[in-house]
């Protein structure tokens, strides 16, 4: 059974950075294409980040310059680098995964299997 957890969520001020971490287990982490999906209040959840199976990555133009996807394999883990942080970067993030998903799509209904989100509020 896919497993994702993630974590690091919290409070930061605007200009301010944080690490979301998602530990997954019962999948060939490899194998699977990793998202990044947020969700702000009264939006739809938006696919902002995806790392594929071949190391290829792809950014929604809303975080593009500022948020950095990436994986370690010997760790299952994914992570995000989130820097400069505005306030309608307010969220709760989740990562999703899925071994059969179009190249780098940031579709979200793509993904089949997901964490249970982490909340990032970014406020002064």
């Known amino acids: 059974e896919e497993q994702l957890v993630e974590s690091g969520g919290g409070l930061v001020q605007p200009g301010g950075s944080l690490r979301l971490s998602c530990v997954t287990s019962?999948?060939?982490?490899?194998?699977?294409?990793m998202a990044w999906v947020r969700q702000a209040p009264g939006k739809e959840r938006e696919g902002i980040a995806n790392?594929?199976?071949?190391?290829?990555?792809n950014y929604g133009d809303s975080v593009k310059g500022r948020f950095t996807i990436s994986q370690d394999n010997a760790k299952n883990t994914l992570y995000l680098q989130m820097n400069n942080l505005e306030p309608d970067d307010t969220a709760i993030y989740y990562c999703?995964?899925?071994?059969?998903?179009?190249?780098?799509?940031?579709?979200?209904?793509?993904?089949?299997?997901w964490g249970q989100g982490t909340q990032v509020t970014v406020s002064s």
């Open positions: 790392i594929d199976r071949d190391g290829s990555t």
């Open positions: 019962g999948f060939t982490f490899k194998s699977y294409a």
């Open positions: 999703a995964a899925d071994s059969a998903v179009p190249i780098c799509t940031l579709i979200v209904p793509d993904f089949r299997f």
